[in-house]
Antibody, heavy 118, light 106 residues
Framework: EVRLVESGGGLVQPGRSLRLSCIASGFTIGDSAMSWVRQAPGKGLEWVGFIRGKAYGGTTEYAASVKGRFTISRDDSKSIAYLQVNSLKTEDTAVYYC?????????WGQGTMVTVSS | SYDLTQPLSVSVALGLTARITCGGNNIRSKNVHWYQQKPGQAPVSVIYRDSKRPSGIPERFSGSNSGNTATLTISRAQAGDEADYYCQVWDSSTVVFGGGTKLTVL
């Protein structure tokens, strides 16, 4: 079964950091473009960034709103994609979804909630 | 940056046809993808590349893209279709989502 499971969310103070994980099963994560998408409470979907598959160099792209603070990486041996979030702000409070791109965002995890509050 | 405009809400009577629009400058030049999200759940792809249906999505869901508007059409609307719907495109190497449309089935 093809599946994504996120973890690592929680309550964190402004200015602190967090690393979110996304464990993939049922497919080879290194061959895929993996994205992170977030959704603030009661709001719409916001793309955060993605990492290309190995065949495309494994390079990354980010939304302007998070560039310089967020970093996406991948450990192919563990089938895990990561989202490192630094210098967190209250407006980063959201459910963070991991998703695979294959003609569309065809597989989504259940999401992990990040709450930034003092 | 590229913007996608969706109506905040659309209502449809049970059994009739709902149409949700997604506006963007010359959007016909892009592939448009649509996602359905029910409360408390992750989004699900319902249309990709303008008009293709993923496996398991009913034929009642269809899509089109022309000019400056892409449209998601849901025929014979059911109570279970009530959800938020988002359109999405790629703009260069970034992803753009529309603001989302809440579909209410009356």
């Amino acid at each position: 079964e093809v599946r994504l499971v996120e973890s690592g969310g929680g309550l964190v103070q402004p200015g602190r950091s967090l690393r979110l994980s996304c464990i993939a099963s049922g497919f080879t994560i290194g061959d895929s473009a993996m994205s992170w998408v977030r959704q603030a409470p009661g709001k719409g979907l916001e793309w955060v960034g993605f990492i290309r598959g190995k065949a495309y160099g494994g390079t990354t792209e980010y939304a302007a709103s998070v560039k310089g603070r967020f970093t996406i990486s991948r450990d192919d041996s563990k089938s895990i994609a990561y989202l490192q979030v630094n210098s967190l702000k209250t407006e980063d409070t959201a459910v963070y979804y991991c998703t695979r791109w294959y003609d569309a965002f065809d597989i989504w995890g259940q999401g992990t909630m990040v709450t930034v509050s003092s | 940056s590229y913007d996608l405009t969706q109506p905040l809400s659309v209502s449809v009577a049970l059994g009739l046809t709902a149409r949700i629009t997604c506006g963007g400058n010359n959007i016909r030049s892009k592939n448009v993808h649509w996602y359905q999200q029910k409360p408390g759940q992750a989004p699900v792809s319902v249309i990709y590349r303008d008009s293709k249906r993923p496996s398991g999505i009913p034929e009642r869901f269809s899509g089109s893209n022309s000019g400056n508007t892409a449209t998601l059409t849901i025929s014979r609307a059911q109570a279970g279709d009530e959800a938020d719907y988002y359109c999405q495109v790629w703009d260069s190497s970034t992803v753009v989502f529309g603001g989302g449309t809440k579909l209410t089935v009356l």
